[in-house]
């Protein structure tokens, strides 16, 4: 108390940031974990173990490829409704 070092400063820093990401990831599994029993997610999301962005991407590129084939009308929205009010 009272004292002023850089070094011990610096040594706090990463603790921090590193705690606070192992939380990030818990409380995501835990979340995840929650929905998945509740069967509250849905397939559009893409939030399954072992996929990733690479799954989704191609996924919507084989559907819209699918759909221009078949002479259907789509469309497809990326959209943020964060910000609505």
Request: glycine fraction near 4%; charge should be positive; aromatic fraction near 12%.
């Amino acid at each position: 108390m009272g004292s002023v070092f850089v070094s011990k400063v610096r040594a706090i820093s990463p603790f921090e940031a590193d705690f606070n990401y192992v939380l990030k990831v818990i409380f995501a599994q835990r979340m995840v974990g929650n929905f998945n029993r509740a069967n509250l997610l849905p397939l559009e999301q893409h939030v399954k173990a072992f996929s990733g962005a690479k799954n989704a991407t191609m996924k919507r590129s084989l559907y819209q490829d699918v759909l221009r084939t078949l002479h259907w009308p789509y469309a497809i929205a990326l959209v943020d409704l964060g910000d609505c009010s």
